[in-house]
C-alpha cells in the first residue's frame, strides 16, 4: 500500500495550485480520504476530507471557499485544487486515507506560497 503526493511547489500569493494523491495497493473510492497540511513549528492541520461511498467533501474553515477535494476512479487519483493561495498556505501537505482500523499516510509535498 503506498500513497504519493505531487504537484506542490512555489506560487505567488492569488495563484493556484492542483496536488495529486496516486494511490496503490488499495481502490480510494472505498477509502475515507483526506487532505492535511504541516507548517513549520505548527501542529498537523486537516484541510479537507471525500468520504468513501458517497464522495462526501467537506473541508477545513481555513480553505473553505478556496479549495476542492475531488477525485478520479478510473486513475485511482484524489486532488486537491487549491485557489486563491495565501502566504499562510505554505506547509507540507500529506494525503491520508481511512478505513476501519486502517490508516495510510503519504509522504508530503511541499507548497510554498510567496512573492
Known amino acids: 500500500v503506498q500513497l504519493v503526493e505531487s504537484g506542490g511547489g512555489l506560487v505567488q500569493p492569488g495563484g493556484s495550485l492542483r496536488l495529486s494523491c496516486a494511490a496503490s495497493?488499495?481502490?480510494?473510492?472505498?477509502?475515507?480520504m483526506s487532505w492535511f497540511r504541516q507548517a513549520p513549528g505548527k501542529e498537523r492541520e486537516w484541510v479537507a476530507l471525500i468520504t468513501g461511498a458517497m464522495g462526501s467533501t467537506d473541508y477545513g474553515d481555513s480553505v473553505k471557499g478556496r479549495f476542492t477535494i475531488s477525485r478520479d476512479n478510473a486513475k485511482n487519483l484524489v486532488y486537491l485544487q487549491m485557489n486563491r493561495l495565501k502566504p499562510e498556505d505554505t506547509a507540507v501537505y500529506y494525503c491520508?486515507?481511512?478505513?476501519?482500523?486502517?490508516?495510510?499516510w503519504g509522504q508530503g509535498t511541499q507548497v510554498t506560497v510567496s512573492s
Open positions: 495497493g488499495f481502490t480510494v473510492s472505498t477509502y475515507a
Open positions: 491520508k486515507a481511512d478505513r476501519g482500523p486502517l490508516t495510510y
